[in-house]
Nanobody
């Protein structure tokens, strides 16, 4: 059974940092991508970042470029999202998702991902 478990969310002041973790289990595909998405109340789910297992390529939404960094620790089956210089508009529930068995060249739309975690709340106060 494929499982994705996020952790690391919380409350932080504007300008602060958080590191989200996404621990994956239950799949052994050679090629996969882990994406990070977020959804604020009343808004659509949007792609934030993505990392591809095939070559380690990373992708970022313009709104987070230069502030967020995605990385992976294959030994721990974990993908991280380091979020720096956080802004109130970063407040949302953050989800990680897995696209299995293929190579991605962009964050791609939510429907392109096969499995999702339960989400973790990030709240940035002004």
């Amino acid at each position: 059974e494929v499982q994705l478990v996020e952790s690391g969310g919380g409350l932080v002041q504007a300008g602060g940092s958080l590191r989200l973790s996404c621990r994956a289990s239950g799949f052994t595909f050679d090629s996969y991508a882990i994406g990070w998405f977020r959804q604020a109340p009343g808004k659509e789910r949007e792609g934030v970042s993505c990392i591809s297992s095939s070559d380690g390529s990373t992708y970022y939404a313009d709104s987070v470029k230069g502030r967020f960094t995605v990385s992976s620790d294959n030994a721990k089956n974990t993908v991280y999202l380091q979020m720096n210089s956080l802004k109130p508009e970063d407040t949302a529930v953050y989800y990680c998702a897995a696209a299995l068995g293929r190579v991605v060249a962009a964050i791609e739309r939510p429907g392109a991902y096969d499995y999702w975690g339960q989400g973790t709340q990030v709240t940035v106060s002004s």
